[in-house]
């Protein structure tokens, strides 16, 4: 096989992004009916635990993969003009990037405020 | 019965239109497929346009819309269909008169996957055997009839008629991949990666949905995945 594997890549990530995200909303939701939070501190004391922080960050991370790949699909399914596919492209690569940091610093500075 | 049915000759018409047609009862017969009620109305008008030629199922020509679905004319028994029946050439494709659709495009795509056995031993006097488990492994894959009707049910392909296969197509990738013979399994798996050619197929399943003949290639384009996964490991 070629080295040039993009389809094939892209799909598998989606497959493998897909299961992380099934197994965290499964563990979010055995987490959240076991210990449901009544008031703010419990969340952040929740959220600020290492194991917990690096899942959810393994989360934000397949979502982020799962986001593009899928909004990839459909922008080669619709959008044809080449120059408005770069462009619309670009625009979602810069947003998920975005949000990819954002969500990380809310993550790291949850951590550190214990 | 009644018949709708999409008309449009590109030297009289600026835009199609959908023309109804009656057939009295008395002229029916309850045994009868699609196709001969279109013969019976082409006899009354014989600018109706379609495609047909061995009337059992198997040389594919006679695709057709109808009712929101691709069938074969020639093996859809009237009394299966709603009525008004109404009846559209194949989506997708370029339509050249009537249900007459321009195909070149699907057999471009066919073309593209190389669909004949590739084996650079020298010829052997006799045929090259199988062992009838590696025969097997052909079954539901070798019965296309290329009719057209999966490929033009898929939004893929509709989308992508140029660059994405299409069903059609890939189901005959894999009959050549999964072939014992054939030893041009690198070549065919590095000629379908890509974003499109394979892999804009989001496993819909119209084309399962209307295959004449009952075959299955969404589980084909899922084996060719898999032996990609397995081989890129």
């Not at chain 2, 990666?193 to 399943?205: E, V, Y």
Request: hydrophobic residues 45%; aromatic residues 12%.
């Amino acid at each position: 096989m070629s080295g040039h594997t993009v389809g094939l890549k892209a799909w598998l990530w989606q497959r493998i992004s897909a299961v992380y995200l099934a197994l965290f909303f499964v563990y979010l939701l055995v987490q959240f009916y076991l210990y449901p939070f009544t008031e703010y501190s419990a969340w952040h004391e929740w959220i600020a635990r290492p194991l917990v922080g690096t899942a959810f960050a393994g989360f934000i991370l397949a979502l982020l993969v799962h986001l593009w790949v899928g909004l990839r699909d459909i922008v080669l399914d619709y959008i044809h003009p080449l120059g408005l596919r770069l462009a619309v492209m670009i625009t979602i690569a810069f947003i998920l990037i975005g949000s990819g940091f954002w969500s990380m610093q809310v993550l790291i500075l949850a951590g550190r405020a214990t | 019965m009644k018949f709708s049915i999409y008309r449009f000759n590109p030297e009289t018409d600026t835009s199609p239109y959908m023309q109804d047609f009656n057939l009295d009862d008395d002229v029916l017969d309850p045994e009868m497929m699609l196709l001969d009620a279109l013969l019976l109305l082409k006899a009354r008008d014989e600018t109706l346009g379609f495609r047909r030629s061995c009337g059992e199922g198997v040389c594919g020509s006679d695709g057709m819309h109808v009712n929101g679905r691709n069938l074969l004319a020639c093996v859809t028994p009237l009394k299966s269909l709603k009525t008004p029946i109404d009846i559209r050439p194949m989506p997708g494709l370029p339509v050249i008169r009537d249900l007459i659709v321009d195909m070149q495009q699907f057999y471009r795509q066919y073309r593209a996957v190389d669909p004949y056995l590739i084996n650079k031993d020298p010829v052997p006097e006799v045929e090259r055997l199988q062992t009838p488990a590696d025969r097997e492994k052909l079954d539901g894959l070798y019965e296309c009839i290329l009719c057209g009707c999966c490929s033009t049910s898929c939004p893929s392909f509709w989308w992508n008629p140029d660059k994405f296969l299409g069903p059609a197509a890939l189901l005959q990738s894999w009959r050549f991949l999964a072939d014992s013979r054939d030893q041009a399994t690198d070549e065919r798996l590095a000629n379908l990666d890509g974003p499109f050619k394979l892999f804009r197929c989001h496993t819909i399943m119209n084309c399962v949905e209307v295959c004449p003949k009952g075959l299955n290639p969404t589980r084909a384009i899922g084996r060719i995945k898999e032996v990609m996964v397995k081989r890129s490991i």
